[in-house]
């Protein structure tokens, strides 16, 4: 079993969506709703319920612990007011994350058997691709003043700030790969999704275009359509196997074609 | 001179509190319609109306169970920021008197500052933000005050309810710096805090049910 997840939303509507999103990456992970309030006439209104959130913290156990994302402001007081309700156990955390994106992470996660802190970090990471692509300036307008040859070889593939893995260092044990997406759509959420959950279930570090290949929001953040080329280096006991599989998914088209 | 207070006494409060949000109801959304979203009234109304209705079902056998079970009814029922904050208000002044079954000035004093300190935890506001808290940090004060002069439970009651009274009037001039009304900046000046209003009204109840 895996870790499972609980959304907190004031919109039920919301909950809802932010479950279907991140179900359709991670099926077998139990991800439970926990949107909107009722009032005295039993109709589902905008808001916050305690009640609501302990049925979906029991909903979502199956042994291995809860994450519990929020939205706005009470939603966060009320989900801590829950934990503090059931005696702030080890196994339920609450991830100071963005609901979106952070759903979709820590899905990611826990269906690649990560353990609770790992799918709160995963959750609480989403935070950097949107903060990184806010501060990274554009190429035309601020030109690096000594351009990186290697980097320059590939733009227009890449956002600014990846660099290929041949430059992250002397690392000559490294395995590597060159492989261009055929997939029409190319590395959206799904393969994305894909392959960071089949990466992250191995004993690899992997970089992808200078990002981590275990990050579901990283991978997505380098925006990579069809025709892009990914440099891929791993290093570590499932190296092999992990480019192996990288490179199978996209010959395959990630089964999309 | 009243020595202590019990069970009665708290779910005389809980219903004197839920009379008194429904009558000002119109009025805490009108203050919420200046500087928040206008639904403090309805929200604290649909959330007391389900703590009066859950205590006709099943009376509570001791003060802190009656509080108890207001602070999981306001959690689930009043849908904004004042159910957590407001239900962990009762919750801590529930685990802070435990079982006892009688209430001296003692426990009392240290329950509302529990309440108090559970609301600063789950808001993370600090006195003059305009919140909650400028009408509870008052409240406490002089009602550890008040125990301290020897006053009996009716007496601490009345000196912390005056105090949230005059604690919640002193938001009117302050700029908001937590809650929805932050955005408004100065725009929030001139404008009573909801929330330190119905904090005046609640304890105003738990003292006339004295």
Redesign the interface.
Known sequence: MSVGLVIVS?SEKLAAGVVELAAQMAPAVKIIAAGG????AGET????????IMDALNAAESGEGVLVLTDL??AV??A???L??IGSPATTLLADAPLVEGAVAAAVAAQSGKDLDTVRRAAEEAWQPSMSSGQDPEPEPDPDPEPDPTASAVSGLLPEKASPAETRGPDADAVTAELELINPMGLHARPAATLAGALGAMDVEIDINGVDGKSVMMLMTLGAGCGTTLCVSATGADAQQAVKLVRSEIENGFGEL | MRTTLDTEWAIAWLQGATEAVAEHRVALSELDRAIGDGDHGENLDRGFSAVAAKLRLDAPETPGAAFKLAAMTLMSTVGGAAGPLYGTAFLRAATAVGDAMELDPVLLAGALTAARDGVVLRGKAEPGDKTMIDAWTPAVDAANSAVAAGADVTAVLAAAAAAAETGAVATDPLIARKGRASYLGERSAGHRDPGAASSALILRAAAEAA
């Open positions: 004031h309030t009722m009032d005295a209104v905008l808001g916050t319920s305690l009640e609501k402001g009470s007081m009320i801590e007011s829950a503090e309700i």
